[in-house]
C-alpha cells in the first residue's frame, strides 16, 4: 500500500457498505472495471482490488458512476471436535484436550510466573 495525497477533484474510487451491508468500490465509470482496481481507502492509503462485477452507470453529481463487487470472501471451514479426533495421534505434538482455556486459569498466576525483562 502506498499513501497518496489526493486533491479535492481528483477522480478516485472508494470502498463502501451497499443495502445488503456487503463491501463494494464505488467510483468513476471508467475506473471501476471488472478485473483489478486501485482503491483509496478513508486513510488516503491505496490497495488493489479485485471486482468480479460491475452495476449500470448511473449520473452521480454529473458524473458517471457505479458499483463494483468484489470477489466474495471465503471463510476457512469450521473444525468440530470430531474432526479434531480424526486426525491421527502422531500428527501434533498435543492434543485438544490438552489445553487449557485461559478463564480456567487462577486469577493471581501473574504473581506465580517470574518474568523476565
Not at 482503491?39 to 452521480?60: I, M, P, R
Not at 458512476?65 to 480424526?86: F, K, M, N
Amino acid at each position: 500500500m502506498s499513501t497518496a495525497t489526493l486533491e479535492q477533484n481528483e477522480a478516485i474510487v472508494k470502498m463502501r457498505k451497499n443495502k445488503q451491508e456487503t463491501w463494494v468500490v464505488f467510483g468513476p465509470s471508467s475506473l471501476v472495471v471488472e478485473g483489478q482496481v486501485t482503491v483509496t481507502l478513508k486513510s488516503g492509503a491505496t490497495t488493489v482490488k479485485t471486482v468480479t462485477g460491475v452495476g449500470n452507470v448511473y449520473d452521480a453529481g454529473g458524473e458517471e458512476h457505479r458499483y463494483g463487487y468484489l470477489e466474495p470472501q471465503v471463510s476457512a471451514p469450521a473444525t468440530s471436535r470430531a474432526s479434531a479426533a480424526a486426525v491421527p495421534a502422531g500428527a501434533h505434538d498435543f492434543m485438544p484436550d490438552d489445553f487449557t482455556p485461559d478463564e480456567a486459569l487462577p486469577a493471581d498466576l501473574d504473581d506465580e510466573i517470574a518474568w523476565e525483562d
